[in-house]
């Protein structure tokens, strides 16, 4: 059997389409548009977070949940501006599966003073019993020091499904030292946790 350091590697790199798509029975969505280097509207560059595509497709496999992964570069940042075609299609998706939740994935700097980060707009976009859950969930797989909308609180991609459709919306940023394949013990912990909350 593949282990799991090598079934990662793999789902990170295996992209295909600008955007792939993957259904599910399990009503909840994992988003992950920052998983690719790419060049914002404003002429800056944006770099890539690393295993967020990795994390989605592995959490998925074995929840058998959806997700949608940007692969290439369009010009646009879905996180920053209100409307283009990665939330057009996600809308899409959780109105026509009837999804009960969509956690974002993002990846943060390692100088940054968490290990990973729930953004839910001060409350707004989630049950305070769904941020007890993951908080506990996390915990549990060894993952500590947890912040909780300071400094993100959510970006345009929870914002809008959250203000479109009404739907639970996590945004969970993971810092580096979460999503590095040279600290892999770390990289499961965050897979584990997710798929337990889930």
């Given at each position: 059997m593949n282990s799991f350091s090598s079934q990662i590697q793999k789902l990170e790199h295996d992209d295909n389409n600008t955007y792939e798509i993957k259904k599910g029975k399990t009503p909840i969505i994992i988003t992950s548009a920052h998983g690719?280097?790419?060049?914002?509207?404003?002429?800056?560059?944006?770099?890539?977070?690393?295993?967020?595509?990795g994390i989605a497709k592995y959490v998925s496999k074995k929840t058998d949940c959806y997700y949608l992964i940007k692969n290439e570069d369009t010009g646009t940042d879905p996180?920053?501006?209100?409307?283009?075609?990665?939330?057009?299609?996600?809308?899409?998706?959780?109105s026509k599966n009837k999804i009960?939740?969509?956690i974002d994935l993002h990846g943060a700097k390692r100088e940054r003073n968490f290990d990973v980060e729930i953004g839910t707009l001060d409350g707004k976009?989630?049950?305070?019993?769904?941020?007890?859950?993951?908080?506990?969930?996390?915990?549990?797989?060894?993952?500590?020091?947890?912040?909780?909308?300071?400094?993100?609180?959510?970006?345009?991609?929870?914002?809008?499904?959250?203000?479109?459709i009404g739907i639970e919306c996590i945004q969970l940023e993971i810092n580096y030292n979460y999503?590095?394949?040279?600290?892999?013990?770390?990289?499961?912990?965050?897979?584990?946790?997710?798929?337990?909350?889930?």
């Open positions: 690719i280097a790419q060049k914002r509207r404003n002429g800056k560059f944006k770099f890539a977070e690393p295993y967020t595509r996180n920053k501006i209100n409307r283009d075609d990665f939330k057009i299609i996600l809308n899409d998706l959780i009960k939740m969509m976009m989630a049950e305070q019993d769904t941020i007890n859950r993951l908080i506990d969930c996390l915990k549990k797989a060894g993952i500590k020091n947890i912040a909780l909308d300071d400094p993100f609180k959510g970006g345009q991609i929870s914002q809008t499904v959250y203000s479109d999503r590095n394949i040279r600290r892999i013990n770390n990289l499961k912990k965050v897979c584990r946790a997710l798929i337990n909350f889930i």
